[in-house]
């Protein structure tokens, strides 16, 4: 039998979880402190633009990403039938990893990011070369991963490892954009191009092929059913590959940009409902001869609902793909809840129900409370459901005050208009949305608080004080131990 060392598995997860409750605090901050009660903490390094890049930092950085490299840390050796390739390069990757990126996040409120969005991470801070640690981070994990899969036992290849080595590649060459060769374009909108390429595939290929990748493994691990078609998730693997790469210049529709290229970015935008179709259909069908175990395991809950809200978000960002649509919800918070739609409520979604199959079997002891895990999904959902809606809602009607209030045939009908509904007062008119927004967030962050008391929990707590419960989990703890 073989004996997976999943050290790296733990040192890359444990701080993962903590930096997901961190990162969503400053949010909660920065809902109430910038929108409800502008500024009611003041103070030069507290403000919303030194704050706001430390809140994305943490949870695509240091929490999403970190989490996601754990799990694939887990899931490859053993979907290859064999250890992680290197176990010391795993931990050179995770000390350069740690303290590269918390070095570099958290010194944005003095001033050391970069203006190009997601892509903050300094070159140095005072004399440590933050973001080549970084990077040479990524790469030994690049290498690691791939080394696996060439050494593997079983040679014919899950669907989870085809994503795996396509984020391996995938991730690469957008960072290497986005942090790097952003620089070298020359200025004028072929750089802010090369940056919105960087900006949508932060999620299109690097968060969406880790996010398939865990759900794919996952989903048959908690129903114990296979998946429903291996060639649906081929279909669907290879045409990400296809279309994703082209649709970051939807962003900048109506921008002083090329026509065909706008053109072309909406095309492909139509098309991801390609790939979103095969994965919403795939996972559906898999879990759909046994339904009554979503009921039973916020797991399974936490990748269905990811699975809808994947279907939610291309939806929603194809229609903003349009031009007409785009008048309206270009720069508005619309934008801002796609964000979260893809980042939180799907790939964050599906992260947890790993982590809530992978936490028994690293520790070989079952959940400390199944009672919280429902807790948590319950909440979870609770507060996404008016986070997202404000932000959808909000924004589109941000939209249209925008697109509706300087109108008129002529220069003095046009000057009226501007003098009837001054912008300040579209900006009042939000500010309902964004206390509903803050309050979603709030349960949101009460409901990651209790994730993080559970999980601790579970870690740290002999398996005598848990609840007394027989998990498929913790099954498969006691098969691989």
């Not at 605090?25 to 903490?41: C, I, R």
């Not at 759909?288 to 809200?309: A, C, D, Q, T, V």
């Not at 790993?354 to 028994?360: A, D, E, L, T």
Request: with cysteine; hydrophobic share 50%.
């Amino acid at each position: 039998m073989v004996k997976y060392d999943d050290t790296p598995v733990k040192l890359m997860l444990y701080p993962a979880i903590l930096f997901l409750v961190f990162g969503m605090s400053v949010g909660v901050y920065l809902a109430f402190n910038t929108f409800v009660f502008p500024d009611y903490f003041s103070g030069e390094y507290i403000h919303f633009g030194r704050v706001r890049p430390v809140h994305v930092g943490t949870v695509t950085l240091l929490w999403l990403l970190s989490a996601n490299v754990a799990l694939l840390y887990y899931l490859v050796p053993r979907l290859c039938g064999v250890p992680l390739w290197s176990v010391k390069m795993a931990y050179v990757s995770c000390a350069l990893w740690w303290s590269s990126l918390i070095l570099g996040v958290f010194s944005y409120p003095w001033g050391t990011n970069f203006g190009w969005e997601y892509a903050e991470l300094p070159n140095w801070v005072s004399v440590i070369p933050t973001k080549y640690m970084t990077t040479i981070a990524w790469l030994l994990v690049a290498v690691n991963i791939f080394m696996t899969v060439i050494v593997r036992q079983y040679k014919k290849m899950y669907v989870s490892l085809w994503y795996a080595m396509g984020t391996m590649i995938w991730t690469t060459f957008t960072y290497i954009t986005g942090s790097y060769a952003v620089n070298w374009v020359p200025e004028g909108i072929s750089r802010v191009n090369v940056s919105f390429f960087y900006v949508h595939n932060l999620v299109g290929l690097i968060y969406t092929p880790m996010g398939l990748a865990i759900a794919y493994y996952f989903l048959p691990k908690l129903s114990n059913q296979p998946i429903y078609s291996h060639r649906l998730s081929m279909l669907g693997f290879w045409s990400i590959a296809f279309v994703y790469a082209w649709v970051g210049a939807h962003h900048i529709i109506h921008g002083p940009m090329s026509q065909w290229m706008q053109t072309t970015a909406i095309i492909f935008s139509v098309w991801l409902i390609i790939p979103v179709w095969a994965v919403v259909v795939n996972l559906s069908e898999t879990l759909k001869p046994h339904w009554e175990k979503y009921s039973r395991s916020p797991p399974i809950r936490f990748i269905m609902m990811g699975n809808l809200f994947y279907l939610l978000t291309t939806l929603q960002g194809t229609t903003m793909a349009l031009r007409n649509v785009n008048e309206i919800t270009s720069k508005t918070d619309w934008i801002i809840g796609h964000a979260h739609i893809s980042l939180y409520a799907t790939f964050t979604f599906f992260a947890m129900a790993g982590i809530y199959q992978v936490i028994p079997v690293i520790t070989k002891k079952s959940l400390w409370s199944a009672r919280l895990a429902e807790w948590h999904f319950n909440l979870n959902l609770l507060g996404s459901v008016p986070f997202l809606l404000a932000l959808w809602v909000g924004g589109f009607w941000q939209g249209m005050l925008w697109s509706t209030w300087a109108t008129g045939t002529s220069y003095a009908e046009f000057h009226n208009s501007l003098t009837l509904l001054p912008f300040i007062e579209t900006i009042a008119d939000m500010r309902p949305f964004w206390i509903l927004r803050g309050i979603g967030g709030v349960i949101i962050l009460i409901a990651n608080l209790i994730f993080v008391v559970n999980i601790f929990n579970t870690i740290v707590l002999k398996q005598e004080r848990h609840e007394k419960q027989e998990t498929p989990e913790l099954a498969e703890a006691k098969v691989t131990s």
